[in-house]
């Protein structure tokens, strides 16, 4: 049977709302999901807001890495099922598995696959890119393979806040 989840990159809602975490200056991950080595997963769509247009042109990116980026843990709560009768995510929790906002350390990559890639030129494009959503076609779902790593990742002139999302099927 398949299953479908999404991930944020916070805590999960309870009392207080969703948060948004900053990019900050340089490279950063924001979300990391860790395949477990039992099963792969298939990427549906993801997606971010940001509160303001940096202010310098920046890059935020979805790809699959061979290592870890050091995150802030999820716990199993914070990878909701769509379907509240669906079991819990097999994703491997943990700072270095999925999780989110690195605290800088991005980890030696030596492979990637990108997924996509949006480019925000700065605040001369005004609103129309504060907000993305990509949802990918049943043909150009990227399928993660056990083992893996998937991150949405930022790279900003100057700090923003970002929520961001990934939604997939196991």
């Not at 950063?28 to 477990?36: C, G």
């Not at 979805?62 to 995510?89: E, I, K, Y």
């Amino acid at each position: 049977m398949v299953y479908v989840y999404r991930a944020w990159n916070s805590a999960m809602a309870t009392t207080a709302a969703q948060a948004k975490v900053t990019t900050g200056t340089s490279i950063k991950t924001m979300l990391q999901l860790a395949t477990p080595a039992t099963v792969p997963i298939k990427v549906l769509s993801w997606g971010y807001s940001l509160d303001a247009a940096p202010s310098s042109a920046s890059v935020v990116e979805l790809l699959q890495t061979d290592v870890a980026a050091t995150v802030t843990a999820h716990v199993a709560a914070g990878v909701q099922p769509t379907d509240g009768n669906s079991p819990a995510s097999r994703l491997t929790l943990g700072t270095t598995a999925t999780g989110f906002t690195s605290g800088g350390t991005e980890g030696t990559i030596t492979a990637t696959r990108c997924f996509d890639v949006v480019e925000i030129s700065g605040p001369t494009n005004g609103d129309d890119q504060l907000t993305y959503r990509m949802v990918f076609t049943p043909l150009e779902r990227p399928i993660i393979p056990v083992s893996k790593f998937l991150r949405v990742r930022a790279t900003f002139g100057a700090a923003v806040n970002m929520a961001c999302w990934i939604c997939w099927e196991e």
